[in-house]
């Protein structure tokens, strides 16, 4: 179980991001917190073979197939895949010496948790990381929604 002030510490420390299974559509969840974390200074890094054959950038930076192609140094590891896919991730994630493996909200590999915490990284699982940064940081906004994206306000039909 993670305290408030180990997710503060993570989330502190760690600016630079990997996100795997990064999306390249807006309108997905992947895209969205991944948006929302580069909006407020992190450095995001793209993960998905899917991009990263077709020379795609997503949110402007370049896109890698897998951890092991990154040249640089991570901090974080947010995975954006389903529970059974984390492990080899989290295998990966230590190999690059990340410091974090996040699994988002819905995602909790236990094995590949106690190989992250195992291996001496901080390792969140069923949170998400928008969520987090915006609870702890100030990033919500009336009803947790601060993206500029989603609005309550209704718009006219009429050109």
Known sequence: MNTIEQIRRVLHEGRTIAVVGLSAEWHRPSFFAAKYMQ??????????????????????EHCYAALTDIPFPVDMVDVFRRTEDVLPIAQQAIQIGAKCLWQQIGVMNLEADALARNAGMDSVMDRCVKIEHGRFFGGLNLVGVNTGVISAKRFSNKA
């Open 39 to 60: 909006d407020h200074g992190y450095r995001i890094v793209p993960v998905n073979p899917r991009y990263a054959t077709a020379a795609t950038d997503v949110l402007g």
